[in-house]
């Protein structure tokens, strides 16, 4: 079975400042796919970044980007020029690339952004 | 907007009673999957349909089933409610068919109180 581990419950950042969250991952599989969800105070959940795991490449999507390491088992989300509107509930999660399977949660990491 | 719709978006009702969750995915995606977000369990998939079938099961209380209709909507029946299943329930979809359809979008969530 799959496990995702966010090991950083809470964190702060400054506005306009740069904060990187943690992320590692147990699996056996050699193909999957990564995703970083971020969850406001809506509660909505909203994509925030998918990197597939053959993908030597890391993704990037405007302020946010990963740092995928595969051998590590560890896929962090950096986010730049941080702005009020990002502080969310950010989980990290796992997909076994076999057809539409299920995501595996970590347990969040919830950021605040400090004006 | 995600384009998976949730009804409703709150409900209260009391412990043993019977309840019935809907969720439209976005036009097109086959995959349905039933999430719960607790405070204490986190986020926890129950139940996967594709196309009309089921295709995985989670950690789904045998109190609770769903089923996915020829329209492709989803209902999530949970009955002899107890208390510790006040939680969000989120929907999500996926797969439309072509490569690279597996992300999952959310629906906004029903938020379930039982007093």
């Known amino acids: 079975a799959q496990t995702v581990t966010q090991s950083q419950p809470e964190m702060s950042v400054q506005e306009a400042e740069t904060v990187t969250l943690s992320c590692t991952y147990d699996?056996?599989?050699?193909?999957?796919?990564l995703f970083w969800y971020k969850q406001p105070p809506s509660r909505q959940m909203i994509l925030v970044i998918r990197q597939e795991a053959y993908k030597q490449q890391n993704a990037t999507e405007n302020r946010f980007s990963v740092n995928f390491q595969k051998a590590a088992k560890s896929f962090s989300l950096k986010i730049s020029d941080s702005q009020l509107g990002d502080t969310a509930m950010y989980f990290c999660a796992f997909m076994k690339n076999s057809g539409n399977t299920p995501l595996v949660f970590g347990k969040g990491t919830r950021l605040s952004v400090i004006a | 907007d995600s384009g998976v719709t949730q009804t409703p978006k709150h409900l209260i009702t009391a412990t043993g009673q019977r309840v019935t969750l809907r969720c439209s995915p976005r036009s097109g995606d086959l995959s349905v999957y039933w999430y719960q977000q607790s405070l204490d369990q986190g986020l926890q998939f129950l139940i996967q349909?594709?196309?009309?079938?089921?295709?995985a099961k989670g950690n789904i209380l045998e109190r609770f089933s769903a089923q996915q209709f020829p329209d492709l909507h989803s209902e999530l029946n949970l009955s002899s409610l107890e208390l510790g299943d006040s939680a969000l329930y989120f929907c999500?979809?996926?797969?439309?068919?072509?490569?690279?359809?597996?992300?999952?979008?959310f629906g906004p969530g029903t938020r379930l109180s039982v007093l």
């Open positions: 999500a979809s996926s797969g439309s068919g072509s490569w690279g359809t597996d992300t999952q979008y």
């Open positions: 699996t056996s599989e050699n193909n999957y796919y």
């Open positions: 349909y594709y196309n009309g079938e089921e295709r």
